[in-house]
């Protein structure tokens, strides 16, 4: 295990800080910052902002740093500020992010997804409200999105276009060009997003697919389209790296998707190359009124040590995860590999460095850059001398 100085660590004493191989590559430990949208791309390019946003989880330590969700193609964005790989011109700044993050002790990742029927929507301060007209005269044009079926997800949303074979194949085709593209780009995992309501969870949910083809009805059918993007992927993506798949485990109260589908789905994806499966939920809306899963501490890591006791991949525990003992018990429960942390990293991006000192790592200073750990250490030893 190194510091981001490149500085060798003592073994660890917890597990949240023991490192962790997947495949070829090595996370200095178990914590990782899970994806957050930031709406502040322009034309699906990142920019300062996000080498800013990403860059400062690496200094606060992290194991792996996840970019926000990314379009493999332009009408897979949910806004128009959202984040997309699909045009050279975005290269040279992904690479800046990658080489940073990587400069600073993190693994570089990124997850993928494409919105599907959820695509030209407002930001969630709009509340998502699909763009209509009025937006198209502020310069933000509606456009016509896909699914499996021509079902909207909400009341106000447009009717979605069914894609046919030809375009599931260039969407197929998005994927495998996103992969090429995040691999140039210096990226190390790849997360496929197949959960809160997107095109892929689309086509796994009876909700949003009403298909009667070889893509619809049955669960191994509505699994097929979702395991042929993850197969596009597999295939351009070095075996050295590791791939993660987040699946919404569950679609809420009410809901028709439960945790029997979500570990089959499991056994499927780790049979086709998925190393990991992140455990969130919900995110599909159809005619049921579901209410979302409480969100309580620590809610859906019951759906994480399912996944890993009964499908047997590795599983990465999500949601309100919020204290560093809480994270220890998880992993020590052996319901969990790893741990991702959103919100709690708006509040302090150092949590990673936070926690290690709450669990007793002696070196936990070693995990900021040495340019900070030096004035910290210096601080310490001045305290125990007084
Ligand atoms: C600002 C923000 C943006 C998010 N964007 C994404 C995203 O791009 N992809 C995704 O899978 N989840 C996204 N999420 C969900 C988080 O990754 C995480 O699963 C959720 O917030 C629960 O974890 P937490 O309690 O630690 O925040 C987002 C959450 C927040 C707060």
């Known amino acids: 295990m190194a510091g981001s100085g490149g500085a060798p660590l003592p073994a660890p004493k917890s597990i949240l800080f023991a490192p962790l191989r997947l495949r070829g590559v090595v996370t200095r430990n178990r914590t990782v910052v899970s994806p957050m949208c930031q709406y502040s791309s322009i034309d699906g390019g990142p920019s300062d902002w996000h080498l800013v946003h990403l860059g400062k989880f690496a200094l606060g330590g992290a194991g792996i740093v996840f970019t926000e969700e990314t379009a493999v193609e332009a009408r897979g964005r949910k806004t128009h500020a959202c984040a997309g790989i699909y045009d050279d011109r975005h290269h040279p700044v992904y690479r800046r992010i990658t080489d940073f993050l990587r400069a600073h002790g993190s693994v570089p990742a990124i997850q993928l997804g494409h919105s599907g029927r959820k695509a030209a929507s407002g930001p969630p301060w709009t509340l998502f409200q699909p763009l209509t007209e009025l937006d198209a005269q502020r310069g933000l044009p509606p456009w016509q999105p896909v699914g499996p079926s021509p079902i909207p997800h909400r009341a106000e949303a447009q009717t979605p276009r069914a894609m046919d074979r030809a375009e599931m194949n260039a969407v197929l085709a998005a994927w495998r060009e996103a992969t090429r593209r995040a691999l140039d780009c210096g990226f190390d995992i790849i997360e496929v997003h197949g959960a809160h ?61 439960d945790l029997d589908d979500t570990v089959a789905l499991a056994r499927a994806l780790h049979a ?115």
């Not at 049921?288 to 019951?302: C, D, E, K």
Request: proline fraction near 7%; include cysteine.
């Open 272 to 386: 086709h190359g998925i190393d990991v499966v992140t455990c969130s939920s919900g995110g599909i809306n159809g005619p049921l009124n579901m209410a979302i899963v409480p969100r309580t501490p620590g809610y859906q890591v019951s759906y994480a040590a399912r996944v890993r006791r009964d499908a047997g991949v590795l599983s990465c525990a999500v949601g309100l995860i919020t204290e560093p003992e809480q994270a220890e018990a998880v992993l020590r429960a052996g319901d969990a590999d790893l741990i991702a942390l959103a919100r709690e990293l708006l509040y302090n991006p150092n949590w990673p460095v936070h926690a290690a000192r709450a669990l007793g790592e002696p070196d936990y200073l070693d995990l900021l850059p040495p340019d900070y750990a030096w004035w910290l250490k210096r601080r310490e030893q001045v305290r125990a001398l007084s």
């Open 197 to 257: 309501g997107y095109l892929i969870h689309q086509f796994l949910s009876p909700l949003a697919n009403h298909r009667t083809d070889a893509y619809g009805g049955s669960l191994e059918n509505r699994m097929r389209f979702p395991l042929e993007i993850v197969d596009s992927v597999r295939a351009l993506w070095p075996d050295d790296r590791p791939l993660f798949f987040r699946v919404s485990a569950l679609d809420g109260d009410g809901g028709v998707w």
